[in-house]
C-alpha cells in the first residue's frame, strides 16, 4: 500500500479535526501548513548545508547562494575566518576575516591569486510547500508536527471564538518548543558532519550525516 503524501495527509488530519471547511478552504489549510514548515526551517536554521567559492585575484566580494538565510562558518585554507560586522567605514583590518551584506561576503584581505577557494557553511530558505510537495530531507517525518501545530494555531485564532484562545495559546508553544529542539538537533547533526574533525581542519565539505536514519 502506498503512504499518503504528507500535505495531503496533514491537510486530512486537520480537516477531520478542526479545519472546518466552511470556514478554510484546502488553499488556505495549505498555506497554515507551508507556512509552518518555512517558519520552522528558517528560525531553527535546520537546513543547513556547505558549498565552496573559488577565489579570483582581485575580487574582495562574492555573492551569496540565492537561498542563503544565515552564514553559520566560513573557512579558507583549513582555518575558520571570523566575522566582522557590517563596514560602514574604512578600518584597518587584515587577515582572516569576513563580513557580509545585501547578498554578497566579502573577504577583508583581497585574494592577490586566482587559486584556492574558501568553503561556506550556512543555512538555506526553504521553499514553500503545495499539497502535491514534500519537506526536504533535513526536515525530516519526525518534525511534521510542527507543521500542523503552526497551522492549527492560526486555525483557533482566526476560525473560533475568544474561548478556543488558549487552545491556540497552547497549539502556539508546543510549535516554539519544537523549532527550539530542531535547532539543537540541527546543531548536533552539524558536530557529526564534521566526523569528530576539529573545524579548524575543515579543508572540504564535509558529509552530512543524518542521526534518524
Known sequence: ??????????????????????????????????????????????????????????????????????????????????????????RGDDGAFYYSYD???????????????YILHYARRPAALTQSSTPETLFGPEWYWLMRAYAAWHIYRLGYGEEYVPEANRQRTMFDTGVAMLERYSTSRDEAATNSTPVAHITSVPSVVNTFA
Open 103 to 117: 547578498g554578497v561576503i566579502g573577504l577583508v584581505t583581497t585574494p592577490t591569486v586566482s587559486s584556492g577557494n
Open 1 to 90: 500500500m502506498t503512504p499518503t503524501a504528507p500535505m495531503p495527509f496533514l491537510l486530512e488530519r486537520l480537516r477531520s479535526s478542526i479545519a472546518d471547511p466552511s470556514l478554510f478552504d484546502d488553499d488556505t489549510v495549505t498555506r497554515f501548513l507551508s507556512d509552518g514548515y518555512v517558519a520552522a526551517c528558517e528560525r531553527s536554521r535546520c537546513l543547513r548545508t556547505w558549498t565552496t567559492q573559488p577565489l579570483t585575484a582581485g575580487f574582495q566580494e562574492y555573492a551569496l547562494p540565492s537561498d542563503w538565510l544565515e552564514t553559520l562558518g566560513v573557512y579558507m585554507n583549513g582555518a575558520p575566518m571570523e566575522e566582522l560586522s557590517t563596514r560602514i567605514a574604512p
